[in-house]
């Protein structure tokens, strides 16, 4: 394991080379803001040792002014912003894709690829009005410091967002986390983070940003966190056309399942992204499905999960209990991840079900379609 890496005991590694797990699920939904050491860690390379002092972010591009910043020039020169945002991997529940059908060559997340923390940084669009841009800049790329293996090549892991999205105030350049300075793990000395999109564009140990007339072309961009139909492989694969992920969707999972003196106690969280909110979450149980309202834990606020809880009456072993949520455009879940699966396995955004009483993995085994645990 990297040196670098310091977690709970509890944390659960997926693979240690690079390091990637999360938190217990139970733990997952006990509290709003994750701690730091529970928070999920989705690397794809090495974990640099950059020191604060001599650390440079250096902008470049499409910029009227190119130059460079060190941490504390950042820090002078700009008003301090903190803000709440739940990162969440565009392979969260891969799992459950990859139990209807496999997904070869990807970390196989079951939803805990997602945690909620405080960022304390500048906005991002404060520091780019201060370089300024020039006409045809339409597009923003983060070039992280990790050096990764893709396709053979080693590269930098990187990927951009739309301009317009950049120039939002809630893009930070973050140096801090829950209240303590950014650690290594999680990206110091700096990281981008952007709200309601993909944790793949919130890049760690950021090095360079350049402003594009084009989406990024590095391979974390253009050869990964792309959206397939389901009838494509990877060997048909035409990266250039298929859907760029940018905004995430509208999402829902169980993560406890409690039994308390009058009924099983059900708690899990549920996401939107982009701007919108998750503004409902209904769990149905039994066959056929009675669905009743789950009440949420969280306020509605942009960039942040919900967490929720309901109490249903007990099940006898091995009854479903499955989850779908609304955002407030009133997006809601696909019922089968048969809809929704792609060989890469991003965004499963299936109504998570799970069999009461079953033990996660055996059961997962015996009857693929569904997850179960408790
Ligand atoms: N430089 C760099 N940034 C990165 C990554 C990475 O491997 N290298 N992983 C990305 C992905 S895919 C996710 S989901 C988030 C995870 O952030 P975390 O490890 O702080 O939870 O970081 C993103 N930023
Ligand atoms: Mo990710």
Known sequence: MDEAVHKSPDFVFHQEMPPN???????????FITPETDFFLRTHGNIPQLASPTHRLTIGGLVSRPCQFSLEELFERFPTREITATLQCAGNRRSGAS????????????????????????????????????DGAKHLEFIGSDICQKEG?????????????????????AWGMNGQPLTLQHGAPLRAIVPGYIGARSVKWLQRINLLNAPSTNLFHA?????????????????????????????????????????????????????????????????????????????????SWRRWRTLIPKLLVGELICVR???????????????????????????????????FQDVLMAKPEVEFYL
């Open 21 to 31: 797990g999360g938190p217990s699920l139970n733990r997952l939904v006990e509290e």
């Open 99 to 134: 139990a209807f059908k496999q997904v070869p060559n990807e970390v196989d997340w079951g939803n805990e690829a997602i945690s909620n923390a405080v960022w304390k940084g500048c906005s991002l669009a404060d520091v780019i009005h201060s370089v300024g841009y020039v």
């Open 153 to 173: 090549v080693q590269t930098q892991f990187g990927g951009s967002i739309p301009l317009e999205r950049a120039l939002v105030d809630d893009v930070l350049l």
């Open 223 to 303: 050869h990964a966190y792309r959206l397939f139909s389901p009838a494509a492989s990877s060997s048909d694969a035409n990266w250039e056309q298929a859907l760029e992920l940018g905004e995430l969707s509208v999402n829902s999972c169980i993560c406890s399942i409690e039994e308390v003196s009058d009924g099983l106690l059900i708690k899990g969280y549920a996401t939107a992204g982009g701007s919108r909110c998750a503004v409902r979450v209904e769990i149905g149980y039994s066959e056929p499905l009675k669905w009743i309202e789950a009440s949420f834990q969280d306020p509605a606020q942009t960039g």
């Open 325 to 359: 949520a609304w955002d407030s455009a009133a997006n809601t879940q696909p019922e089968d991840p048969e809809n929704v699966w792609n060989f890469k396995g991003y965004m499963n955004n299936a109504w998570h079900r799970v069999r009461f009483g079953m033990p």
